[in-house]
């Protein structure tokens, strides 16, 4: 036959076994404490909150709920987040202000005519109207002049045919 409930009780085990519970719960409740007051240091820069997240911890258990159910919705780190965020999509990208080169891979500003590193060349001047010309270009856009290509021995006018 097992023993009665308050026989167990009256035994050295059961009075350990009672200070044990307890002792967990009261850790557990200081636990939750401690964790409510960093949560709203979290949320909120005011003080405030902090002594009310661990004033309304006066309450067992109770005052955790009434905290969760109380506290602010995001943690400052979100609200910046959400902010950077905002402002990214309000403002729209950034412009391009440099790129890399096509042989060496460094930066360069994008109306480099030259790599100062590699030495490649990106553009050349039209001998007509003087203003720069992709290298890939066989006739000026500005003034229709006609343009050598590099490397064919050109006199600096292509024939036209």
């Known amino acids: 036959m097992s023993p009665a409930p308050a026989a167990l009780l009256d035994s050295v085990a059961g009075t350990l076994m009672v200070v044990v519970v307890v002792l967990f719960l009261a850790f557990f409740w200081v636990a939750l404490a401690f964790w409510a007051v960093r ?3 979290r949320r ?4 405030l909150l902090a002594v009310f997240a661990a004033a309304v911890n ?6 955790l709920l009434l905290y969760l159910v109380l506290r602010p919705p995001r943690t400052l780190d979100e609200e910046r987040a959400l902010l950077l965020e905002e402002q ?10 440099s790129r890399p080169c096509p042989t060496c ?20 001047r039209c001998r007509g109207c003087q203003r720069w010309l992709r290298l890939g270009w066989r006739v000026c856009p500005y003034c229709a002049e006609e343009v050598a290509t590099p490397g064919r021995g ?4 292509a024939a036209s045919s």
């Open 39 to 41: 949560d709203a240091r």
């Open 88 to 97: 990214a999509l309000t403002e729209g990208p950034a412009e391009v202000v």
């Open 105 to 124: 891979g460094r930066e360069i500003e994008l109306d480099f005519v030259i790599c100062p590193y590699c030495r490649t060349q990106f553009a050349r």
């Open 58 to 63: 006066v309450l067992p258990y109770l005052g």
């Open 154 to 157: 050109g006199s600096g006018q």
């Open 44 to 47: 909120s820069e005011s003080p």
